[in-house]
């Protein structure tokens, strides 16, 4: 059974920084590239950043400086630290997983995690 599990969401003021995290089960995560989307109220989901087996990073431009993606291989644990956060980064942000590191990026990736709620607010 593949799992990916996100935490670490929650409520932060426009300015401050929140780190999530995605624990990945079974052979999920060495076996595959791993990313981060994002879905605000009433728009579609979008592509924010990915990782591939060997470290390589990615990033849609609109995060890029902001956001980091890592991953901890001996932990089987996905990260997206977020820093200087901004009203318009609301959000459902959820961890995802696919051999191809093209499909996640340009298409659907196969794994899904069920994603948790960031809110920048004052």
């Known amino acids: 059974q593949v799992q990916l599990v996100e935490s670490g969401g929650g409520l932060v003021q426009p300015g401050g920084s929140l780190r999530l995290s995605c624990a990945a089960s079974?052979?999920?995560?060495?076996?595959?590239?791993m990313g981060w989307y994002r879905q605000a109220p009433g728009k579609q989901r979008e592509w924010l950043a990915a990782?591939?087996?060997?470290?390589?990073?990615y990033y849609v431009d609109s995060v890029k400086g902001r956001f980091t993606i890592s991953r901890d291989n001996a932990k089987s644990t996905l990260y997206l630290q977020m820093n200087s956060l901004k009203p318009e980064d609301t959000a459902v942000y959820y961890c995802?997983?696919?051999?191809?590191?093209?499909?996640?990026?340009?298409?659907?990736?196969?794994?899904w995690g069920q994603g948790t709620q960031v809110s920048v607010s004052s």
């Open positions: 995802c997983a696919d051999q191809d590191i093209t499909a996640l990026r340009f298409r659907v990736p196969r794994y």
């Open positions: 990782i591939t087996r060997g470290g390589s990073t």
């Open positions: 079974g052979s999920i995560f060495s076996g595959n590239a």
